[in-house]
């Protein structure tokens, strides 16, 4: 099975370096452009499936780039990390703001403030995978939509790093697309 994630468009707060997590923040016209030119990149290909996280940035990411070509299935485990307290705040350094904890840390079970754990991340992240797996067969091909942090999580299982922080998964760019065998 192949899956693509793909990284909501641009926001004003990305622009600003606002922490979003949750916060249902839409897409500016640079993010709307750059789901277009997504769309140019793959209107031609064939997927099996189309899922999205609910949170308007991705799912009018995804509504741009299909162009109405499949059905949007909504997910909840695709949402962004809950950024607690500090959503809104423009974040410069992270260990700066959180009691120097490394939020990337994939050991710890609490984060101060309200910030999601990488742990619960990666358990989200490992449940769609698992679901995915069982709904589809092994060639497979399904597209997902979603958000930076998230898509950290999905990196680190799907390629089975075994560092200790999801600052070692790779980072998607606004709108990008990236393949993965399953």
């Known amino acids: 099975m192949k899956i693509y994630l793909v990284r909501h468009g641009q926001t004003d707060w990305n622009k600003e370096m606002r922490a979003q997590g949750r916060k249902d923040i839409p897409l500016n016209a640079v993010g709307r452009a750059q789901a277009e030119e997504l769309h140019e990149k793959i209107k ?3 997927f099996d499936a189309v899922y999205a996280s609910p949170l308007s940035r991705a799912a009018e ?5 299909i162009g109405g070509k ?8 695709l949402v962004e990390r809950s950024f607690g307290d500090y959503e809104g705040k423009i974040i410069v ?3 700066d703001l959180v009691e120097g904890v490394d939020i990337s840390d994939v050991s710890l ?3 101060p403030r309200g910030v999601e754990t990488a742990k619960s991340m990666l358990q989200r992240a490992g449940n ?3 679901d995915l797996k069982l709904k589809y067969s092994s060639d497979a091909k399904i597209l997902v939509f979603g958000h930076g942090g998230m898509f950290r999580a999905f990196d680190w299982i799907l390629l089975k790093r075994n560092g200790n ?3 070692e998964a790779n980072n998607l760019k606004h ?3 990236k393949e993965y065998e399953i």
Do not use: G, M
């Open 44 to 46: 031609d290909s064939n």
């Open 61 to 65: 990411t995804a509504k741009i780039a």
């Open 70 to 77: 499949y059905v949007i299935n909504y997910d909840n485990r």
């Open 93 to 95: 350094a992270w260990l």
């Open 109 to 111: 079970d609490e984060i």
């Open 128 to 130: 769609f995978i698992n």
């Open 165 to 167: 922080s999801l600052t």
């Open 175 to 177: 709108a990008e697309i």
